[in-house]
């Protein structure tokens, strides 16, 4: 009854064949697992063709005659607004939204006293015995502006579409509310497994749904392999593809590509990908080659490695390059300033993809990429050694700029000043600001960041800015101005 197509790793479209009888296994076996009812209003946040939203957020509560509210806005006051006023029980989205819901919560804490925030961590670590040892729940009556926040009615969140950050989860456990975990993809309809109420492990994904399976194929020693799945939900195969198909689907198992293991209780802990895809913490899937091969469209790039990258302070992986120039397009073009050059080409180019597909950091360095005898790119060792801080590398972005007099009397201006204070105090970017850097490259602000900064800016300021004004922002400068 639906195809939705999903991108393989060489960037070619894949259509996932979705039946009735794939829809209604998935409905029936998520009702095995959660309650949920007529009563039940859902939110609704992401792009229907996002699989997690059109079941999950619209078959679900069409299924059980209960509501479906759409937003249209991505601002957080909003969000909040919307989940209050339409009665939300249930919001089901992926982990970038509860982030957002998590960073304001302690953007307002460290505007308290230092008593306060020694009182609320207390309180944290009482609720948290209290839950675990008699299971009671004192979360609304400790916390009960924060749950007021999000409305009157709301009694479950549900987390999917990437990896959750276990600290983010754990403290929204401690502050009383319930946070489920779920797993899945196009293929499986949806979800295929997701903790329980009466038994969420913090950190898993939860057992497979009732009626479907979940194991592990080829495990090393620590019980770490290829997840597989089999079920009513899972799909048929992909659209006139039949080697896709043969190559996903074995023995009644879909093989899926990402790795995991299982503990004594079944519960799924996911724990990579043996695919390359990057998948970001708003669920969206990034395919390497893709972005290469764009952005080595600058002439000044001889090499450039894409691979997701997590930082200390991160909960999710970001776009990161490492980027080797052609020293001798440089020189023949007489280009003596190497960084600046190639920023410049990066940002025009990230400028025709898609915010979410755009570059959040990148590093230029002289030596060649590490490659197999085959000529491909050893991306997890590339990763490791980013990560690990050991890649010798320049730093990133733009470069200290000679002060520009027209520049300075910007950032010294009314506007220019609250701009700088949001971008260091509330989003914490500590690094010093010059009206030329990139808020993406430099700054290192994602599409939903983005949003939420105009979002500070126009509450600040007291005013209302147009809603495609985000679109031709790209500098500090430009913002400013």
């Avoid at 249930?90 to 304001?104: G, N």
């Avoid at 509310?177 to 329980?196: H, K, M, N, P």
């Avoid at 600046?340 to 898609?354: K, V």
């Amino acid at each position: 009854v639906t195809i939705i197509y999903t991108s393989g790793t060489t960037g070619t479209p894949k259509g996932v064949l979705l039946t009735q009888s794939n829809i209604v296994g998935e409905l029936e076996c998520i009702f095995g697992a959660v309650h949920a009812d007529e009563n039940d209003a859902l939110l609704c946040l992401l792009p229907l063709q996002h699989v997690l939203a059109s079941v999950i957020n619209v078959l679900v509560p069409l299924y059980l005659g209960g509501q479906v509210v759409f937003a249209d806005t991505l601002k957080r006051t909003e969000i909040l607004q919307a989940l209050q006023e339409a009665g939300i029980t249930i919001l089901a989205t992926v982990p970038q939204f509860f982030y957002l819901f998590h960073d304001r919560i302690q953007e307002e804490l460290s505007r308290k006293p230092a008593v306060a925030r020694k009182l609320f961590r207390w309180m944290l670590r009482l609720n948290r015995a209290c839950r675990r040892l008699a299971g009671v729940n004192l979360g609304k009556l400790l916390f009960a502006q924060v749950h007021r926040n999000f409305g009157a009615k709301l009694r479950l969140f549900v987390s999917g579409g990437s990896a959750f950050d276990p600290l983010v989860a754990q403290e929204f456990h401690d502050m009383g509310f319930t946070i489920l975990q779920g797993y899945g993809l196009t293929e499986t309809t949806g979800a295929c497994a997701v903790t329980r109420v009466e038994s969420n492990v913090l950190g898993s994904v939860g057992p497979a749904l009732p009626g479907s399976g979940i194991r592990i194929v080829s495990p090393d020693e620590s019980g770490t392999g290829e997840i597989a799945v089999r079920g009513p939900m899972v799909f048929q195969g992909y659209y006139k593809n039949p080697q896709a198909t043969a190559e996903a689907l074995r023995d009644g198992w879909f093989h899926t590509g990402d790795l995991g293991r299982l503990d004594a209780g079944g519960n799924l802990f996911v724990t990579g990908r043996k695919k390359e895809v990057i998948v970001l913490p708003n669920g969206k899937n990034i395919y390497p080659d893709e972005l290469e091969a764009h952005y080595a469209r600058c002439p000044a790039i001889r090499e450039i490695a894409v691979i997701g990258v997590f930082g200390a302070e991160e909960r999710g992986e970001r776009l990161h390059a490492v980027v080797v120039p052609d020293f001798d397009y440089l020189k023949a073009n007489r280009i003596a300033n190497a960084r600046e050059h190639l920023r410049d080409q990066i940002t025009r180019l990230s400028n025709q993809l898609p915010s979410y597909k755009r570059l959040m950091s990148y590093q230029v360095q002289s030596d060649g990429l590490p490659r197999t005898t085959t000529q491909k790119i050893k991306r997890l060792e590339l990763k490791r050694l980013v990560e690990s801080g050991s890649l010798r590398a320049e730093e990133n972005g733009a470069a200290a700029a000679p002060a520009d007099p027209q520049d300075a009397a910007l950032l010294e201006s009314a506007v220019g000043q609250e701009v700088v204070h949001c971008l260091r105090a509330a989003y914490h970017r500590e690094v010093p600001i010059n009206a030329g850097m990139n808020l993406e490259l430099d700054l290192g602000f994602d599409s939903m960041e983005r949003i939420e900064l105009l979002s500070s800016l126009e509450e600040a300021l007291h005013l209302e800015l147009p809603e495609d004004f985000g679109s031709e922002i790209h500098t500090v400068r430009d913002l400013v101005s």
